[in-house]
Structures are given as C-alpha cells and as structure tokens.
C-alpha cells in the first residue's frame, strides 16, 4: 500500500517562487504525456495508492490536466484508488477568475492546496 503517488504532470510554472523546493519557471521544459500520466495512473490500484497529487511547475498549465483528473476518477469508480485526488497549486486561475471545466472538476472531484508568494 502506498500512502502517496505525486505525478509531476509539467516543469513549466508561470511563477519563480523562491519557496519552490524544484527549478521550475515560465522557461522551464518537460512534461508528461497524456499516455505517460494514464500509465502512472493505472498503477494507484495495483499498489492500493490512497492519494494521488497531481503537481508540477504548475499543474493547471498542463495542457491535458482535465483529462487526466477525469480518468483518474474514472480509475477510482471502477477500484475505489486512489482515495483522493489531490492538486497542488499555486491559484494564479483562481485570482485571475478562470472559469472552465477544470473550476468544476477541482469544486467536484479533488483537494486542492494552495501555495504562492503573493502575500493578501
């Protein structure tokens, strides 16, 4: 049993946090494929993973991160893994009031937790 998988779904980050314990920023490269990450995914079962924590650079930059929350959670009806799905994520979308389909994933399915440098 593993207590927790952290998918690093991208090194791209639209910020250069100096907290930031990865070299991530704008000009950052690397990325998982959406095959990759669906591979990963299909692992959480087999090792009875309780959380999965989609991370990065900045995950909601990954271009497939909606697809992967969903066959995440498609996973996770058909085998009960992992238990939760989790985000770290530094809210440049929640300040800048981004509204898309990942707003009602993130209300619906997943935890997020929230770190950055702005200070308010």
Do not use: F
């Amino acid at each position: 049993m593993l207590n927790l998988v952290n998918l690093l779904l991208t090194r791209k980050c639209n910020y250069e946090c100096s907290h930031c314990i990865g070299t991530y920023g704008p000009d950052s490269e690397g990325k998982l494929t959406l095959e990759q990450a669906k591979y990963y995914i299909d692992q959480l079962p087999e090792q009875q993973t309780i959380d999965l924590n989609l991370t990065g650079g900045e995950p909601t930059l990954y271009n497939e991160l909606i697809d992967v929350i969903q066959y995440a959670d498609k996973v996770r009806e058909k085998t009960s893994y992992p238990k939760k799905i989790l985000m770290i994520t530094n809210s440049w979308w929640a300040e800048n009031k981004w509204k898309t389909d990942l707003e009602i994933l993130v209300r619906n399915l997943i935890l997020i937790r929230i770190y950055s440098q702005i200070q308010n």
